[in-house]
């Protein structure tokens, strides 16, 4: 599996599975989760049969509250360190979607792994 199969089944139970990859289906209901590979680093393993991965995938977490966004990033959170993915949490940060009168937190998450 990739990199994003494994953090989509990894994050799956989450916003009442309402989870898009880059970009949320047109008129979704909220809240969801929408996420994407940012960066890509590789390398071979050390018996150079495998390539290995460190890969950035940035969560972002929309809801229509502050509150809301909030509690669904703590989810996304649980979720991964619950999963076997092997990966940390590199940055966090809140947003708000004026146009939209939507709330965000974006988790960029490092994940190792094959691909």
């Keep these: 599996m990739s990199i994003e199969q494994d953090f989509y089944t990894a994050v799956s139970g989450v916003a009442g599975g309402r989870i898009y990859p880059n970009v949320a289906k ?12 940012t960066s890509t680093a590789r390398w071979n393993s050390v018996d150079g049969d495998q390539m290995r991965v460190r890969a950035r995938v940035q969560c972002s977490c929309w809801s229509q509250s502050y509150a809301g966004a909030k509690a669904l990033a ?23 979607e004026d ?17």
């Design 74 to 96: 703590s989810e996304v959170k649980a979720a991964v360190r619950a999963s076997t993915l092997v990966a940390t949490t590199d940055s966090e940060l809140d947003d708000y």
């Design 26 to 37: 047109q008129d979704t209901d909220y809240p969801c989760v929408v996420y994407q590979r």
């Design 99 to 115: 146009g939209e009168r939507l709330f965000r937190v974006i988790i960029d998450f490092q994940i190792m792994g094959n691909d």
